[in-house]
């Protein structure tokens, strides 16, 4: 008789989930007011719901059939051409389409990490990256991240003490969630010269590129080194037009296209044809420079009114990021005694939600850190929102 035990794979036990996505479930079962810092996404008001709703309401043969596994060529060509309007050259062959970010990351660790295969990742970093490599086994190496991106100079002796080279180095180079930090030209040059020696994969993960708020562009790596095979670079319409879309796609050397049509067969086939006959028809229209412009300013204006309230609020007690785009700020507590994690709850009861440091480290670091959204609250929202976060840790400290 069955004593009730299931023969899970080994694999499960790094199946850590995302405390990310999972706050989406947390806030569904509030019935209290609460201002949403926690999910990094647009606000409803920011995403072009009427030209996509009107798009999704055109009938177009085949639009409910399957489609190719790569993505509808209409959308690859627009894509195409996207990345050749922001000075990226590229070719139909290196795209493939895929079902929002998280499935570019996925193929990524899929074709290139063994278990037990070292991976760098940036410390802190995107919680579900880490989430990713671990689930296929990665032996993950937390490297430190500065005001000007992954820390490379320190890369060799971390390598070194490990005693083996990475197969892979995750990094967000642009407004880097969580910290929105953005790495600086020498940094990515560097980081190209040591894959090289290495033989490592740079996992180039850039949700946000297209969201500056200035004319300050770094290059990519695919523009420092155009062509490199050893680059697989991941990106995304769920930052830059609507995350609902759930419309992505990889830029890869073409030698990896029929591996990844093959690991998309056992996903999930084919990414939905109406999201992407969507997504075509507003790029090919023209849309997404307008509307990138309309929402630009607005970010900006959040971020800053984020800034301003939460140095209102806390003054010198806290250090907040002051990023070049992207959605997030990263806030340190000086006082070293605030625990953000232990905090939520009663930031949660407060009426205000964010996410704590430690979800962003496999090692359980930057306890005394939280990452805030500003894309998601107009200025009054973030005003109440960080009025709340005072309060709550003010009622912290007074129960401790």
């Known amino acids: 008789m069955s004593d009730g035990q299931l023969p899970l794979a080994h694999r499960t036990s790094d199946l850590i989930g995302s405390v ?5 479930s947390v806030l569904a079962r509030q019935t209290h007011d609460i201002v949403r810092f926690a999910m990094g996404a647009p606000s409803d008001d920011l995403i072009p719901v009427d030209l996509l709703d009107e798009y999704s309401a055109r009938t177009v043969p085949g639009k409910y059939s399957y489609g190719r596994s790569e993505g509808e060529p209409a959308l690859v060509e627009q894509i195409v051409k996207l990345q050749a309007e922001h000075g ?52 993950v190496l937390e490297a430190p991240l500065d005001a000007d991106g992954l820390v490379v100079d320190a890369l060799p002796a971390l390598v070194a003490k490990a005693g083996r080279a990475p197969k892979a180095i995750y990094t967000i180079p642009n407004f880097q969630n969580p ?70 796609w990889v830029d890869s050397d073409p030698r990896l296209q029929q591996l990844l049509i093959n690991a998309k067969q056992a996903m999930d086939t084919c990414t939905s044809i109406p999201a992407q ?34 140095h209102r609020a806390f003054g010198d007690a806290v250090h907040a990021t002051d990023p070049d785009g992207g959605f997030f700020l990263w806030v340190t507590f000086t006082d070293s005694q605030v625990d953000t994690q232990a905090l939520f709850e009663t930031a949660l009861a407060a009426g205000v939600a964010y996410i704590p440091g430690t979800a962003f480290s496999v090692n359980g670091n930057f306890g005394e850190s939280l990452r805030l959204c500003f894309a998601t609250s107009t200025p009054e929202r973030i005003d109440e929102g960080v009025a709340r976060l005072k309060r709550a840790i003010d009622t912290a400290e007074t129960t401790k």
């Open 179 to 248: 910290s929105g930090v953005t790495q600086s030209l020498r940094r990515r040059e560097q980081l190209l010269e040591l894959a090289a020696r290495w033989g490592s994969i740079i996992v180039d993960d850039d949700p946000y590129g297209l969201l500056r708020f200035n004319d300050n562009t770094i290059p990519g790596y695919s523009q420092i080194d155009p062509g490199n095979p050893q680059v697989f670079s991941v990106r995304t319409f769920s930052k830059i037009l609507a995350p609902g879309l759930r419309i992505g």
């Open 277 to 310: 006959l969507t997504v075509t028809d507003f790029l090919a229209d023209g849309h997404l420079q307008p509307h990138l412009e309309r929402v630009l300013g607005l970010y900006r204006e959040r971020k800053d009114a984020m800034r301003a309230a939460l």
């Open 20 to 24: 990310i996505d999972s706050s989406t």
């Open 88 to 139: 990226i050259t590229t070719a139909e062959e290196r795209i493939t389409v895929t079902t929002g970010g998280m499935q570019g990351l996925d193929l990524a660790f899929k074709l290139f990490v063994d278990p037990g295969d070292l991976v760098i990742v940036e410390g802190p970093t995107y919680t579900n990256g880490n989430a990713t490599a671990l689930s296929y086994g990665a032996d």
